[in-house]
């Protein structure tokens, strides 16, 4: 029995200890890793002053209308994911793409990532810049942030376009997001074993070294404390604006991911956001949540020829 036991354990011991040390190894690699890479992070866009931090910002093209871009939570380099999309765009506009605290190369901050710090900041951003008459465009939740900021800045929006857009009162808008799960598998190491396994889903529009910047600044900013923030008052921004509209004389253009099986009456819900004012139109596409990756041109084609009949 002793004897039998003696190797029982002896078999737990070097089971367990397996596991152990592959996360010890992960962790370590996780570390050496981030900050070699910090060095390999290529400079792009320029920086404006904003809350005594700096705000990295990608303006291109030289139209006689400005659209501002927004990115959805999450997305660790907004000024390389809006690339195909930008590169559209500056066919007919200004583009001016923002990258919020915390995301691309922009600081971190310990300002609550509420809804109403973030508006302001993005706000100040392109007062700094001079843009004060834009269409503001912005994927996921960047359409919750959309509300108040319309609300505050009205006189200076004139259209409002969301990517596969958040809105008011979506299911599961309310869940709580595992930030500290993220954090854990962060250190460890873990998140950057899944980010090298999952597929790509950024299509042929991104070259090999866009890619590559996107992965570093993934590493660098998806579990940094400003985007945890954010992640950790998703439910509270929500809950902002479950009772807000947007004002109906603005028109509103709505490219929708018509297959998505999460949300229930995704499409509806835009349908009714549009309907809400006089001039809206839901876009209904096939694609990836982020539908820029694959279908930027179409985006673009369809946002120049609508906002032209939608009185922008």
Avoid: C
């Avoid at 108040?148 to 800045?153: L, N, T, W």
């Amino acid at each position: 029995m002793r004897k039998s036991l003696r190797i029982t354990l002896i078999t737990l011991g070097s089971l367990l200890a397996v596991p152990v040390l592959a996360l010890a190894t992960t962790s370590v690699v996780n570390v050496v890793a981030t900050r070699a890479e910090a060095s390999e992070i290529a400079d792009y866009g320029e920086r404006v002053p904003v809350d005594g931090k700096e705000m990295n910002v990608v303006v291109r093209g030289s139209g006689a209308e400005t659209v501002v871009l927004l990115p959805g939570l999450g997305t660790a380099a907004p000024g390389l994911d809006f690339g195909p999309l930008i590169a559209q765009l500056v066919r007919t506009y200004r583009v001016v793409a923002v990258e919020p605290f915390g995301t691309g190369l922009s600081d971190q901050t310990d300002v609550p990532r509420t809804a109403a710090n973030i508006t302001r900041e993005v706000h100040e951003a392109l007062h700094h810049l001079g843009v004060d008459r834009y269409v503001l465009m912005g994927h996921s939740v960047a359409g919750v942030y959309a509300l108040p900021y319309v609300e505050s800045y009205r006189d200076e929006v004139t259209a409002f376009v969301g990517i596969d857009s958040s809105v008011p009162r979506q299911s599961t808008w309310d869940d709580p997001i595992p930030t500290g799960a993220i954090v854990a598998l962060d250190r460890l190491g873990l998140l950057r074993v899944a980010n090298a396994s999952t597929p790509d889903t950024y299509g042929a529009a991104y070259s090999a070294a866009t890619k590559r910047q996107m992965q570093l600044l993934s590493a660098k900013n998806g579990a940094a404390p400003t985007i945890i923030d954010e992640m950790a008052r998703a439910p509270e921004n929500f809950r902002s604006v479950e009772d807000s509209t947007f004002p109906a004389d603005l028109p509103v253009l709505l490219f929708v991911r018509t297959n998505d099986n999460q949300v229930p009456n995704w499409v509806r819900l835009h349908e009714r956001q549009a309907a809400s004012v006089e001039h809206g139109r839901v876009v209904g596409l096939v694609g990836d949540h982020y539908l820029h990756h694959t279908l930027s041109e179409r985006i673009a084609r369809d946002t120049v020829a609508t906002l032209a009949t939608l009185g922008e």
